[in-house]
């Protein structure tokens, strides 16, 4: 017990740290744009600050509540939170990988919660996953030359599945297409 205690202030001293460091790069990167420090008068001088705004970022150390410059007569702009969105990005993709292949969205909403310090709740995670419903069904759907699989592997994996209140067996078909080089794909089937 006394380890996860002193592991989440750590945790917590990380996540005041990072939130510090990407606040001060936020305001060196407005510096930079404006040509000027905070009340500087130069002829350099682009234009004015206008406070800021607060942004929620995730991160793996938790979520990160950074201040946001704004400017009068135009608009920050920064890579920043880019870098962080390809991540987040990443993460989206690694979720709706895990509902895939099998995990179950309560387990995605455990482990996003151990990995970010946040989670995402299961309609969450099932709503993302409707996003790969299109994907899916075009790569089923996709044609298949001839050529290209000479050798074609089929066999069957029998389930237990529960349809109408009882249980039955269910086959399902399971593909996979070997190329001349040797290597091998799964080709799409339906039950």
């Not at 969105?85 to 482990?111: D, F, P, Y």
Request: proline share 4%.
């Amino acid at each position: 017990m006394h380890q996860l205690f002193l592991r989440d202030a750590k945790d917590d001293a990380l996540a005041k740290l990072l939130e510090s460091v990407l606040n001060q790069i936020l305001q060196a990167q407005a510096t930079e744009q404006l040509r000027a420090q905070p009340y500087e008068r130069t002829e350099e001088r682009q234009g004015y600050r206008n406070g800021t705004y607060p942004h929620q970022l995730t991160t793996r150390v938790g979520t990160l509540t950074l201040r946001v410059p704004r400017f009068r007569n135009g608009k920050f702009s920064t890579e920043l939170f880019a870098r962080y969105q390809r991540s987040e990005q990443a993460l989206v993709l690694a979720l709706m990988e895990m509902v895939v292949n099998g995990v179950s969205t309560r387990k995605v909403e455990q482990i996003t919660q151990e990995l970010c310090g946040t989670e995402f709740s299961k309609s969450t995670v099932s709503e993302l996953c409707k996003r790969l419903d299109p994907v899916v069904t075009a790569w089923n759907n996709r044609p298949l030359d001839e050529k290209a699989y000479p050798f074609v592997l089929v066999d069957a994996l029998v389930l237990k599945v529960r349809k109408e209140g009882r249980v039955r067996s269910r086959g399902a078909l399971i593909g996979i297409g070997i190329n001349t080089e040797g290597s091998s794909n799964p080709l799409p089937t339906t039950c």
